[in-house]
């Protein structure tokens, strides 16, 4: 097993904020305890994200109740230094040996999505203690957690400690999300660049895994597409998110005005766009901005985002609400030896 002195950042958006219990505007998660002989620091940043873009006229503000619904769990693999993830989701503070998840052992590839229903993954009313699995993934095959997460891991396989999510998060009858982040380090996850791809308290020595927790918002819209965007990539600073038609003269249409790490914004969703009115999805384009400002930092194609959510064409349509969710390394940062470029992903909300 590889060590990893922890450093976790857990990035808990406050969008709907009773799905842990608080105070609107605010959300904390539970850091996990650190392990014997090793420290561990957390700090959260969390945004309602509801400047602009919500529907809101003038200066008033629009209140929008958000509808209950199963609960549902959406998982995006944001972890910008491996191929791909396994998630242990052990009982805390008892401890227990659940499969990882996914069930497979090729695991999440990076930016891909998948959905779940929690009651078949997760223990009842129990608090989970989250570690992400990285490393050879082939040799965590017919491995259950405890053997996994208990300092026995097979060699090449690195395991990290997240946090610990209240029962509560998964049983609310929200569309809960969570993605995984930062670099949970490896051989060679080293470079001049690193800070750049990882995020700005990474180093080889330490890791920054983290998580960004949130409900997605299912208020959809007749006639309109419903949109928010996660920033879930832990090294790119706060940027406006716009959306560029695929027509020609198309003018970039602003999604989520200074969403932070940690943001889902806005709330409500964005809902003043047709599926029409994007016209080509091969050419529209999902773009970040300075906020405030016409400095394009990055422009990514929406329908690849589309395929690695699992959305089609034909899903994308009015009246449907959709989470674009930003990992990986900074605006202009190219893929490196360890690490992933900035990417988007498109997950259906509601």
């Not at 993954?121 to 040799?139: E, F, Q, T």
């Not at 001049?192 to 020595?205: F, H, I, V």
């Amino acid at each position: 097993m590889t060590a990893l002195p922890r450093h976790t950042t857990i990035l808990l958006a406050a969008l709907v904020p009773f799905v842990f219990g608080l105070g609107a505007g605010c959300a904390e998660g539970t850091d996990a305890p650190p392990e014997p002989s090793t420290s561990a620091s957390s700090s959260a940043s969390s945004s309602s994200g509801t400047g602009g873009g919500g529907g809101a006229g003038g200066g008033g503000v629009e209140v929008v109740p958000e509808p209950d619904g199963p609960p549902v769990l959406t998982i995006v693999n944001g972890v910008n230094d491996h191929e791909a993830i396994r998630l242990c989701f052990v009982p805390y503070p008892d401890g227990g040996d659940p499969a990882p998840v996914p069930a497979g052992s090729s695991g999440l590839a990076f930016a891909a999505a998948s959905r779940v229903d929690p009651a078949t993954v997760l223990p009842a009313d129990a608090d989970v203690y989250l570690h992400v699995i990285a490393g050879d993934l082939a040799k965590t095959k017919d491995l259950g957690c405890a053997a996994l997460t208990g300092g026995n891991a097979p060699a090449g396989v690195v395991v990290a400690p997240v946090a610990v999510i209240p029962a509560s998060a998964f049983v609310a009858k929200r569309s809960l999300l969570l993605v995984p982040t930062g670099c949970v380090g490896g051989p060679g996850h080293t470079g001049p660049l690193e800070k750049e791809a990882c995020g700005a308290t990474y180093s080889a020595d330490t890791p920054n895994p983290g998580l960004l927790a949130a409900a997605m918002s299912r208020v959809t819209a007749e006639g309109n597409l419903s949109l928010q965007a996660a920033h879930a990539a832990q090294p790119m600073p706060p940027v406006d998110v716009r959306l560029v038609p695929g027509t020609e003269g198309g003018m970039p249409q602003q999604l989520a005005p200074s969403l932070t790490a940690g943001a889902v914004g806005p709330f409500p969703p964005f809902r003043q766009l047709a599926r029409f009115e994007l016209g080509s999805i091969a050419q529209a384009e999902i773009l970040t901005f300075v906020p405030g400002q016409l400095v394009k930092t990055s422009a990514a194609p929406l329908d690849a985002a589309l395929a690695r959510g699992g959305v089609t064409q034909d899903d994308f349509e009015d009246g449907r609400a959709f989470t674009l969710i930003a990992v990986g390394a900074q605006p202009g940062i190219a893929a490196g030896a360890f690490w992933h470029a900035l990417t988007w992903t498109v997950v259906r909300s509601d």
